[in-house]
């Protein structure tokens, strides 16, 4: 203490400190008598301290910037959980239920007088038309039920009935059916690959003469997602074509992003107090973010909004009241047109951890083979859909176009879908900092070691030296006030 408090010379401090410190070239600068070797010293402690502050703010910046690595992986697993299928017929109504609807859609059509618009423009206003003079109850009651369209079913082998679908009701499709949907039994998995192992379903979609003017294709459309995930109708499906089987093989992919500051992603429940309304409205309803289910809030807000009708409500009065109807036609339109789909999507940021489905192969053959054909048309599901009385043998035996036009109105109903993983795999992606805290300090202690020769422990020096100063100045000042 008594030291401390003695009369501080600084210069000696000083002199005494760049003579015993540990960074590189201080120590000759102080000692050497040569002028010559002073300066040259001094020119390479400047160009090493700048050359090290270059670096070191290259670093930095690095850090601020927020790159990541993604790793890729292959993972190998003996069972894989099977994904929820979700199919629709693409011909929302089946006419064949109520003739007063067929005779008036036969009607329409046969008495159009705008054959020199465009076919779709045509179609736009046959369709409207339709829809305007449709008693929509009656039209709500000619919805394909999966009882009138499921021919067979199998998953890994084993028979699936009714029992096994979940109806999803919607207003883009009407009813749609979903496959494996996490209900109180386990979800399924399979511990196989190839076409075998996978869920193999026949279905029939309709007459073609019965066929609403309400759709623009025929055959059906598939949607495939994790069970975690809603099923959202409005994102891309696989379309199925008619009078064919089609093979879809998938693999599995497990995602991993960064959240904030990284990306924009969300984690779990940890963004709860998120400005945007729909993932706080999310996150109040489920235990874990999901961007589907903040898609599907989005967009049945829109639909209040606008109608104050939701898709939830297909089966209650509000959606059957004809002007909702209407509102609901004009509003689907208006939402995917317009980009609101976009801005919703803009509003619902992905979650950091997903699993998501590829399609690695999608292949297409003719269906049903002349063989399987006669198999068809001796089953009795079938023989009711096409009030079929003969022997199919009749049929085949027919010399005139009546036999052609039957086969070709059959195939044209029915259709088939495979889908399987084609391996026992799954690809893992896996975000990590480019630049963790860790290792920017690691960068510049590096930086520090190789162009200035310090270490941590040499900062202590500058402390010390920075204490003497700060001491001599107190002795100064209390020197001035004294006097």
């Not at 054959?115 to 394909?144: C, G, Q, S, V, Y």
């Not at 043998?393 to 088939?416: A, H, M, P, Q, V």
């Not at 495979?418 to 805290?437: C, G, L, S």
């Amino acid at each position: 203490m008594k030291k401390i408090c003695a009369q501080i010379n600084l210069g000696e401090k000083v002199l005494s400190w760049c003579e015993k410190t540990t960074f590189h070239a201080v120590p000759n600068i102080a000692t050497n008598e040569h002028i010559i070797l002073k300066i040259m010293w001094s020119i390479c402690l400047i160009a090493s301290l700048g050359y090290c502050c270059r670096i070191l703010t290259s670093s930095i910046n690095d850090y601020y910037e927020y790159r990541v690595l993604t790793t890729f992986e292959i993972v190998q697993e003996s069972s894989n959980l099977f994904p929820v299928i979700t199919i629709c017929n693409l011909n929302e109504y089946d006419l064949s239920k109520n003739t007063n609807l067929l005779n008036m859609s036969n009607y329409l059509i046969e008495n159009t007088d705008d054959k020199d618009l465009n076919p779709k423009e045509t179609f736009e206003k046959i369709k409207k038309e339709f829809l305007k003079n449709a008693n929509i109850t009656e039209l709500e009651e000619t919805r394909f039920k999966l009882n009138d369209m499921l021919i067979s079913c199998n998953f890994n082998e084993i028979k699936c009935d009714l029992t096994d679908f979940t109806l999803i009701k919607n207003e883009l499709y009407g009813n749609c059916y979903s496959f494996n949907m996490a209900k109180n039994e386990s979800i399924r998995s399979t511990s196989k690959y190839g076409p075998k192992y996978g869920l193999q379903m026949e279905f029939y979609i309709g007459h073609p003469e019965s066929s609403s003017p309400t759709s623009l294709t025929s055959g059906a459309i598939l949607f495939i997602n994790n069970q975690s995930s809603l099923v959202r109708l409005t994102d891309p499906g696989i379309e199925l074509s008619p009078g064919t089987q089609t093979n879809i093989a998938i693999n599995r992919m497990f995602i991993y992003k960064l959240p904030q500051p990284y990306s924009d992603c969300i984690q779990g429940d940890l963004y709860e107090n998120n400005e945007t309304y729909f993932v706080q409205m999310t996150l109040s309803k489920r235990e874990n973010y999901s961007q589907s289910f903040c898609l599907d809030i989005c967009y049945e807000n829109y639909l209040v909004n606008e109608c104050n009708c939701t898709d939830k409500d297909l089966n209650n009065t509000c959606y059957l009241n004809t002007e909702n109807f209407w509102c609901f036609y004009e509003m689907k339109k208006k939402f995917f047109d317009l980009n609101f789909n976009e801005n919703c999507k803009q509003q619902c940021p992905i979650e950091c951890e997903r699993v998501t489905y590829k399609v690695a192969s999608l292949s297409t053959a003719d269906y049903p083979s002349l063989f399987y054909e006669k198999i068809l048309l001796n089953n009795s599901f079938i023989r009711e859909r096409f009030k079929i009385e003969e022997n199919i043998e009749n049929l085949y035996s027919d010399s005139d176009d009546t036999g052609r036009k039957f086969y070709e109105e059959f195939r044209n109903s029915i259709l088939s879908v495979n889908v399987y993983y084609d391996t026992d795999t799954y690809e893992k992606i896996t975000e990590t900092p480019e630049t963790n805290f860790e290792t920017l300090l690691a960068n510049l202690g590096g930086q520090f070691g190789l162009f200035l020769g310090i270490s941590l422990l040499s900062f202590l020096e500058l402390i010390e030296l920075f204490v003497w100063v700060i001491v001599y100045l107190i002795q100064k000042i209390s020197a001035l006030i004294s006097s």
